[in-house]
């Protein structure tokens, strides 16, 4: 019988802890979820077998509560390994937009009437006026925290550029470059309304950088293949 074990933490304790709270049975939580009785007691017991993380994450979404899932590899191995990934991805974008004629300036902090931050890639084309802001993610994470400090930056986009210099902003769009992974497009798909802001994607996308005459009707995604993903594909052919 396998458990979920500390990779899932306090989930089992909190699911049986907010459902208390609600003061609602195992067989109330599972119909708000769209889940059986059985599985509602299986996840408070912290047994695996047989739940995904889908399963989690809508008793989590029916209590009001979010799911977050940590991963954990040789301690802060892990951590160097995903900022290495980030910054290659970052650079990648930086030199595609230099190459198409964009200011380009990367990890720029702001602080501005309480909202404070910093923006991973953020470039002005001064002949169109555009001014994109860029989140670059190596993986698919907290989507409602992602999706709420990028909109932050894009509202504060022509401050910020002011700040660096820049003048003449008439259009702030906002960009998400993802590395590109199945689970990413799987996340993508799966949470289709809450990407539909980006509705200029992939070629599409990287077509409007080219030449932005015109805004897009509103953000930019598209994947990108981190440089090591694609030598290893080399390697293999």
């Known amino acids: 019988m396998t458990t ?7 989930v089992p304790r909190a699911v049986r802890a907010l459902r208390l709270h609600a003061g609602w049975t195992q067989t109330a939580l599972g119909g708000r979820a769209g889940l059986s009785r059985h599985q509602v007691s299986r996840a408070e017991r912290a047994l695996l077998g047989g739940l995904t993380l ?35 991805i970052q650079q990648e974008v930086a030199a595609m937009l230099v190459g198409f004629g964009w200011l380009v300036q990367a990890e720029v902090s702001f602080n501005h009437f309480g909202d404070r931050g910093r923006v991973d890639l ?3 084309h001064p002949r169109y006026g ?27 986009g022509e401050q910020i550029a002011r700040d660096l210099g820049w003048t003449g902003v008439t259009c702030v769009v906002a960009a998400l470059v993802i590395g590109n992974s199945r689970a990413a497009r799987r996340a993508v798909a799966e949470h289709a309304a809450l990407f539909a802001q980006f509705a200029t994607r992939g070629r599409q996308a990287v077509a409007w950088l080219r030449k932005p005459a015109t805004p ?4 930019l995604l598209w994947f990108l293949s981190r440089p090591d993903a694609r030598q290893a594909r080399t390697r293999s052919r």
């Open 4 to 10: 979920i074990g500390p990779m899932f933490g306090n």
């Open 130 to 156: 555009v001014l994109v802001v860029t989140e670059v993610k190596s993986g698919i994470g907290d989507l409602q925290d992602t999706f709420g400090r990028l909109d932050v930056k894009a509202r504060l």
């Open 122 to 124: 953020i470039a002005f």
């Open 216 to 219: 897009p009707p509103s953000g």
């Open 54 to 88: 889908g399963t989690l994450d809508r008793m989590a979404t029916a209590l009001g509560a979010t799911l977050h899932v940590q991963m954990r590899w040789r301690g802060e191995a892990l951590d160097r390994l995903l900022d290495a990934q980030h910054a290659r």
